[in-house]
């Protein structure tokens, strides 16, 4: 009993941490992607802020059409002196496409001199387009 207890004392901490050590070692993002991170889930911020940050044409509209939560950097890369972030959130909402609704959508955002250079659409994050 006593061991089973410790075994299962061990998966409980180390899933306590595991969040932590993934925070502490997962990407580092400049100020102004992590100001677009804060702002994601408010459509009207996010506008702004893409405004702010993104070269004119760079940023499509529609990323500002459906509601989002939950944004997360899973990755970070370096190409041509562009800083690209790999950014996941689920849609929350949307009137656009109701079937999106819980989907997790993918988008690559690249930076160079603190503005918004480069955006690509990795579309959702099971695969199916339910446009």
Do not use: H
């Not at 702010?52 to 529609?62: M, S």
């Not at 059409?65 to 690209?84: L, N, Q």
């Amino acid at each position: 009993m006593l061991k089973q207890l410790q075994g299962k004392g061990r998966v409980l901490l180390l899933a306590l941490l595991l969040p932590a050590l993934l925070g502490f070692f997962g990407a580092k993002v400049i100020p102004e992607m992590k100001e677009v991170i804060d702002n994601f889930t408010d459509r009207a911020k996010l506008a702004e802020v893409l405004k702010k940050y993104g070269e004119p044409g760079v940023v499509p509209p529609e990323l500002t059409v459906c509601d989002m939560a939950k944004p997360v950097v899973s990755k970070s890369d370096e190409k041509d002196g562009i800083t690209f972030y790999t950014l996941e959130s689920r849609v929350d909402k949307c009137q656009e496409s109701p079937a999106a609704v819980g989907t997790v959508r993918i988008f690559t955002i690249g930076w160079k001199a603190g503005k918004i250079v480069k955006f690509a659409w990795g579309g959702p994050k099971g695969g199916k387009v339910e446009y």
